[in-house]
């Protein structure tokens, strides 16, 4: 198993574009979460998933804001009319439900301009 | 709501000292803690898990330590390197909430 992959690593957009990103989890893992970084601040939830059900969305996102992982496989989280705020570290990570412990990505990191 | 502190959010030492970072969280109803360590621009890579019925867990140099009746963590690092240079974060996962919350992490710089 390679892990935890999101796609791309870095996204350059500029502002009122949409974007969209993939997680691909952990395979026997049935919990994905969707987190936000920003500089010197720790993750904020945004969404979580178990296998293809979105249990919890966050009031942080917007009706811009709108995620899915069809088939409880990979997952993918669009952003449309981007803003400026929106810049951040976009952050994946799985989990098996009843043993814990988050897997994260590497992250994509999104700049709007 | 959870929350979760750490303390400092800031850390210098030199090379060689053992060291301690500290996490502290409101609801202690939780399912387990998670210390995780990121380098600049990089994601999360998880260092030590510990589950709600255990005190602490170690591997390598670092020792977590969990005392959920005062909602608090250590992350003990003994014999720091330069290496050891990244930020620091605890996550802690509850139950009901089916997520973690995180702390805003702390900063260690080991100076060689």
């Known amino acids: 198993d390679t892990g935890v992959s999101q796609n791309p690593r870095h996204k350059i957009t500029k502002r009122g574009q949409n974007v969209t990103f993939r997680c691909d989890p952990i395979?026997?893992?049935?919990?994905l979460y969707w987190y936000r970084q920003t500089l010197g601040q720790g993750p904020e939830f945004l969404t979580y998933?178990?296998?293809?059900?979105?249990?919890?969305k966050s009031r942080l996102l917007s009706d811009r804001f709108s995620a899915e992982r069809p088939k409880g496989s990979f997952s993918t989280l669009e952003i449309q009319r981007t803003e400026q705020g929106d810049s951040a570290m976009y952050l994946c990570?799985?989990?098996?439900?009843?043993?814990?412990?988050?897997?994260f990505g590497s992250g994509t990191r999104l700049t709007v301009v | 709501k959870q929350e979760v502190t750490q303390i400092p959010a800031a850390l210098s030492v030199p090379e060689g000292e053992n060291l301690v970072l500290n996490c502290s969280f409101t609801?202690?109803?939780?399912?387990?803690l998670q210390w995780f360590r990121q380098d600049p621009g990089k994601g999360l890579t998880s260092l030590l898990l510990?589950?709600?019925?255990?005190r602490e867990q170690t591997s390598g140099r670092l020792n977590a330590s969990l005392d959920k009746s005062s909602g608090r963590s250590t992350l003990y690092i003994a014999a720091s390197q330069p290496g050891d240079s990244a930020t620091y974060l605890c996550a802690v996962f509850n139950t009901n909430a089916g997520k973690s919350t995180f702390g805003d992490g702390t900063t260690l710089t080991v100076k060689p």
């Open positions: 395979s026997e893992h049935n919990r």
């Open positions: 609801d202690s109803a939780i399912y387990n």
């Open positions: 510990i589950q709600s019925s255990q």
């Open positions: 998933f178990q296998n293809e059900a979105q249990l919890e």
């Open positions: 990570a799985s989990s098996l439900v009843g043993e814990g412990g988050y897997t």
